[in-house]
T-cell receptor, first 112, second 114 residues
Framework: KNQVEQSPQSLIILEGKNCTLQCNYTVSPFSNLRWYKQDTGRGPVSLTIMTFSENTKSNGRYTATLDADTKQSSLHITASQLSDSASYICVVSNQAGTALIFGKGTTLSVSS | DAGVIQSPRHEVTEMGQEVTLRCKPISGHNSLFWYRQTMMRGLELLIYFNNNVPIDDSGMPEDRFSAKMPNASFSTLKIQPSEPRDSAVYFC????????????FGPGTRLLVL
């Protein structure tokens, strides 16, 4: 069964600290993996998209990694800011971007 | 560009009533997606259109749900009759194509069925 599991479910960190969110998937065949950021009360916003051949991709303070062999991805946030408080959703596609399997998300709270 | 536009932003209705959600995708985008998000199930893809044609509706939960895209700039998601378990946030998203392109989400419609 195609599944996407994210951990931790929630996380609280101090402003300025780094953190890493995990995503494990059992989706096959694999097309791409996406990380979205969703602020409370708003729609998700794309952070990164990685295909099978990509190991890492950065978007400012956000760096996503992908290990297609172990079917794991991580999202690393550097020097966290209060505005990073949001839900981070991992999404895996098993076809050309049309069949999407969503993780339940990790809720990150950054406190001052 | 105004981004993906959805209306209404909030909808409260009684069980059994018909609900119509509306979406205007980003101009020039050929693909449109309808999603549902709940605390229990997270985000779920309901249906996907490419060039106004439904490509994959396997996520549509029941016959009570229907979606149309009469032209490139407008889509509707209809629930008839609505039930309390349909309460959720419904998102519309669009992308340049249905492949590996980035999807841009609208602000969502928060639906509460009493």
């Amino acid at each position: 069964k195609n599944q996407v599991e994210q951990s931790p479910q929630s996380l609280i960190i101090l402003e300025g600290k780094n953190c890493t969110l995990q995503c494990n998937y059992t989706v096959s065949p694999f097309s791409n993996l996406r990380w979205y950021k969703q602020d409370t009360g708003r729609g998700p916003v794309s952070l990164t998209i990685m295909t099978f051949s990509e190991n890492t991709k950065s978007n400012g303070r956000y760096t996503a990694t992908l290990d297609a062999d172990t079917k794991q991805s991580s999202l690393h946030i550097t020097a966290s800011q209060l505005s990073d408080s949001a839900s981070y959703i991992c999404v895996v596609s098993n076809q050309a971007g049309t069949a999407l399997i969503f993780g339940k998300g990790t809720t990150l709270s950054v406190s001052s | 560009d105004a981004g993906v536009i959805q209306s209404p932003r909030h909808e409260v209705t009684e069980m059994g009533q018909e609900v119509t959600l509306r979406c205007k995708p980003i101009s020039g985008h050929n693909s449109l997606f309808w999603y549902r998000q709940t605390m229990m199930r997270g985000l779920e893809l309901l249906i996907y259109f490419n060039n106004n044609v439904p490509i994959d509706d396997s996520g549509m939960p029941e016959d009570r749900f229907s979606a149309k895209m009469p032209n490139a700039s407008f889509s509707t998601l209809k629930i008839q009759p609505s039930e309390p378990r349909d309460s959720a946030v419904y998102f519309c998203a669009s992308s340049l194509s249905g492949g590996d392109e980035t999807q841009y989400f609208g602000p969502g419609t928060r639906l509460l069925v009493l």
